[in-house]
């Protein structure tokens, strides 16, 4: 259920990213939907792999380096849904997974934080 919600909840912040920046188009929610289902399958196949690789590089800036491994998981989710789902180039696929990043942080402890009474 959790990771339903997650799809969804990224679904609806590619439709909002897609409104701020004029080098990020999306089609339409059904796209956005498809879009992040793809960005989730992509995030459990490939991402564990490349941050294994650049462990060394991501130890050395502290972490920063992840959010250039979520900017190549954007660009590959860009390949794999063609013109429906574009992002201009790298540059603006590092903002939108630094700010994707940010937004599902605040996001997730909304919804899943710790409830101590």
Request: hydrophobic letters at 65%.
């Amino acid at each position: 259920m959790r990771w339903i919600i997650g799809v969804i909840i990224n679904s609806v912040l590619f439709v909002a990213l897609s409104g701020f920046f004029t080098s990020f188009h999306v089609d339409g929610f059904m796209t956005a939907l498809l879009a992040s289902f793809v960005l989730a399958i992509l995030n459990m196949l490939i991402r564990p792999i490349l941050l294994l690789l650049t462990l060394p590089i991501n130890i050395f800036t502290l972490g920063l380096f992840t959010f250039v491994v979520n900017a190549i998981m954007l660009e590959m989710t860009t390949f794999f849904m063609g013109d429906s789902f574009q992002i201009d180039g790298f540059g603006t696929a590092l903002i939108i997974a630094a700010i994707m990043a940010f937004a599902n942080m605040i996001i997730n402890s909304v919804l899943w934080g710790n409830k101590e009474n």
